[in-house]
Nanobody
Framework: QVQLVESGGGLVQAGGSLRLSCAAS????????MGWFRQAPGKEREFVAAIRWSGGNIYYAESVKGRFTISRDNAKNTVYLQMNSLKPEDTAVYYC????????????????WGQGTQVTVSS
């Protein structure tokens, strides 16, 4: 079992930065892949970024590539999402997820989800 708690969301102006954190509990954290998804009002949940347990494989959605950085600290059981150059279209609830699937860019590839943290980017 893995339990996930996100933090770090908030209100920021366009062009600003935020860093999201996802603290995980459970003995298997270091062996699971971690991902970030987001869901805006009225829209489907979409993939943002993912990282394998070793940190050696990282994936980004095209819409965030070059602006967002995912990282993890297995010693702290935490995964991060550094978000720079934020745009109003990045506004959404951001969810952290954990899983062991080969398919990390789809929500079905994950077994565990956090409760989400709101990110609002004003223009």
């Amino acid at each position: 079992q893995v339990q996930l708690v996100e933090s770090g969301g908030g209100l920021v102006q366009a062009g600003g930065s935020l860093r999201l954190s996802c603290a995980a509990s459970g003995r298997t954290f270091s062996r699971v892949a971690m991902g970030w998804f987001r869901q805006a009002p009225g829209k489907e949940r979409e993939f943002v970024a993912a990282i394998r347990w070793s940190g050696g494989n990282i994936y980004y959605a095209e819409s965030v590539k070059g602006r967002f950085t995912i990282s993890r600290d297995n010693a702290k059981n935490t995964v991060y999402l550094q978000m720079n150059s934020l745009k109003p279209e990045d506004t959404a609830v951001y969810y952290c997820a954990a899983g062991n699937s080969l398919y990390l860019i789809v929500a079905s590839g994950y077994d565990y989800w956090g409760q989400g943290t709101q990110v609002t980017v004003s223009s």
